[in-house]
C-alpha cells in the first residue's frame, strides 16, 4: 500500500492503481502468447489454462480501469475499507471470469454466463492441469471417474484462445476507431505496442459475442428463472463453441 491516505487508514495510490491495471493487461497479452505457443506445440490442456488465466488477467486490468476511472471523475476513492474488501475480489478467479462478462452479459450465451457464474470454468481450468477424482465441500467421490487434463483437446484450447483473442481484437478495434479506450492512458499503449501482434495472427475467429445472444437472455428474464435446457447443456456450449 501507498502513502495515500484517508480517515480510515492508507489506500493505494493514483500511481499504483494505474500500474496495477497496465501490469494485468500487459500479462494477460504474455499469457495470450504462450497459450498460442503451447496450442500449436500439440500441448491442448495447458494452453487452454494459460488462455483461462490471459482471460482473469484481462479482466483484472479491465475491472480495476473501471474503479481508478469511476473514482477520478466521480467523487473519489472510497475509503480503506471499502478498497481492501474490492482489491480481495481480485484473488477470485471466478469473480474475475465473471468480471469478463459482466459488463457486456446480454452479447454472450446465457449457456455461458451460467457456466462461469456456476463455477464450471475455474473447475474445468484445474481440470486442465490436474489428474484428479470429483469432489464436493465434504468428501472425495472414489466411485466417480478420474479427470485427467488430455480430456481437453485441440477443439476446446482453440475455442478459449479464440475467444480471448476476439476480446483482445475487439478492444484494438475501439482505441484505433476512438482513438482512446481506457481511462488509464497506458493501458491504450500497452494495446498500441508491439506485444499485440500475436492477436492478428492467430488465424481463428469466435462468435462468442454476438448481439443476436440478446434475445436469449430477454426471454429468460420475462420467464424469471433461468432455462433449464440452457443450463443442463452449458458445458457442451462452452466446449464446443458459440
Given at each position: 500500500m501507498s502513502s495515500q491516505a484517508t480517515n480510515s487508514g492508507p489506500t493505494l495510490s493514483r500511481y499504483k492503481w494505474k500500474r496495477l491495471g497496465t501490469e494485468a493487461l500487459a500479462n494477460a497479452l504474455r499469457l495470450h502468447r504462450d497459450a498460442i505457443i503451447l496450442f500449436n506445440a500439440g500441448s491442448y490442456?495447458?494452453?487452454?489454462?494459460?488462455?483461462?488465466?490471459?482471460?482473469?488477467?484481462?479482466?483484472?486490468?479491465?475491472?480495476?480501469?473501471?474503479?481508478?476511472?469511476?473514482?477520478?471523475?466521480?467523487?473519489?476513492?472510497?475509503g480503506a475499507e471499502f478498497e481492501q474488501g474490492w482489491l480481495r475480489l481480485l484473488y477470485m478467479h471466478g469473480e474475475k471470469q465473471y468480471a469478463f462478462v459482466a459488463r457486456d452479459e446480454f452479447l454472450y450465451p446465457p449457456?455461458?454466463?451460467?457456466?462461469?457464474?456456476?463455477?464450471?470454468?475455474d473447475l474445468r481450468k484445474q481440470q486442465a492441469v490436474y489428474v484428479s477424482l470429483e469432489r464436493d465441500r465434504k468428501k472425495i467421490d472414489v466411485a466417480g471417474r478420474i479427470s485427467v487434463p488430455r480430456s481437453i483437446g485441440l477443439r476446446e484450447a482453440k475455442r478459449m484462445i479464440s475467444w480471448v483473442?476476439?476480446?483482445?481484437?475487439?478492444?484494438?478495434?475501439?482505441?484505433?476507431f476512438h482513438g482512446d479506450y481506457f481511462g488509464i492512458y497506458e493501458m491504450d499503449e500497452v494495446m498500441l505496442s508491439p506485444a499485440t501482434e500475436v492477436i492478428f495472427k492467430w488465424p481463428y475467429r469466435s462468435r462468442t459475442r454476438s448481439r443476436k445472444h440478446m434475445t436469449a437472455h430477454i426471454e429468460r428474464q420475462r420467464a424469471g428463472k433461468p432455462d433449464a435446457s440452457e443450463q443442463s447443456h452449458a458445458k457442451a456450449v462452452f466446449q464446443t463453441g458459440c
Open positions: 490442456p495447458s494452453a487452454y489454462q494459460l488462455a483461462v488465466l490471459a482471460l482473469e488477467e484481462f479482466s483484472k486490468a479491465k475491472w480495476v480501469e473501471h474503479y481508478y476511472y469511476s473514482s477520478v471523475t466521480n467523487d473519489g476513492f472510497p449457456a455461458l454466463v451460467d457456466f462461469i457464474k456456476s463455477g464450471k470454468l483473442n476476439s476480446e483482445f481484437v475487439h478492444v484494438h478495434a475501439s482505441l484505433a
